[in-house]
């Protein structure tokens, strides 16, 4: 497995053929993390990262497959048939929307420390720069708050998905998220504090805020992940689904009292015709 293209490889390759030595699964997420690192490449070296892939994906776990396909989700022009190398499937060549797609599902359904390494690929396989996180407005994090102080998941979600500019189903899944790490991606993206982060953590899902160990860890996940980690998985959670549209707001005067009609009973609606329809006289009258 000698490679022109990537001789820092050499040495790992060397090793590995050692006996009682496996590292496939970290020659693999080397190979790919060096392939991710330039913008373009010859023909070479993408027939020779292509041929060194395929050739250690059989041996590696589910972790690594996750991990690799992390690191592949973010890089334009990806080969096709390593994704489906990883995924197990002859399918058709995967469009950026599918892989977008199948990197979100993988990432709820990973264990914990499966999404930690997926998030630690996250920040080191990014050759673009990532624009750093816009903070939310205090308004918008003390609604948050209110409604995990109120175990209200399903406040909690609808606020969640305007402020990210998610979906709102997927902010549902980030909100009632059994291990948390989702709410602490949202929270570093949002630039919370961790206070803040504590008490919705404590507050929210009662199967995260009754276990100090998941509430310290996820503490300390949000005080080690940089903010461009959180906007790079934003940015996934965004091309996955659709945002959520903006609540109405009335564009007309009258728009509320309208809507505040429209929960008349019919009687009510019926009552008020025949008062518009008297004469002026008797409206005054009351008779």
Known sequence: MKSSAYPHLDGLVDLACRDGVDIRPTLLRVLTDLYVQKPRHSAEEEAQYVELALGLVEAVDATTRATVIATLSNYPGAPAIIFHKLRGTEAPPLQNEATTDNLVEMFFAAASDERRLILSNLDAAAVAPVRRPMAASSEVIRRLETAALQHNAGEFGPILARALGIGSALADRVARDPSGEPIVIAARALCMTAAVLQR????????????????????????????????????????????????????????????????????????????????????????
């Open 200 to 287: 919705i953590l404590m507050f929210l899902n009662p199967v995260i805020g009754q276990s100090v160990d998941r509430v310290h860890n996820l503490s300390r996940l949000f005080d080690d992940m940089a903010p461009e980690v959180a906007e790079r998985m934003l940015s996934i959670w965004r091309k996955g689904a659709a945002p959520s549209k903006p609540s109405h707001e009335p564009a007309l005067y009258d728009d509320e009292r309208r809507g505040a009609r429209s929960l008349e009973t019919p009687s009510q609606q019926r009552a008020a015709l025949r008062r518009k329809e008297l004469p002026s006289r008797f409206k005054n009258t009351g008779r």
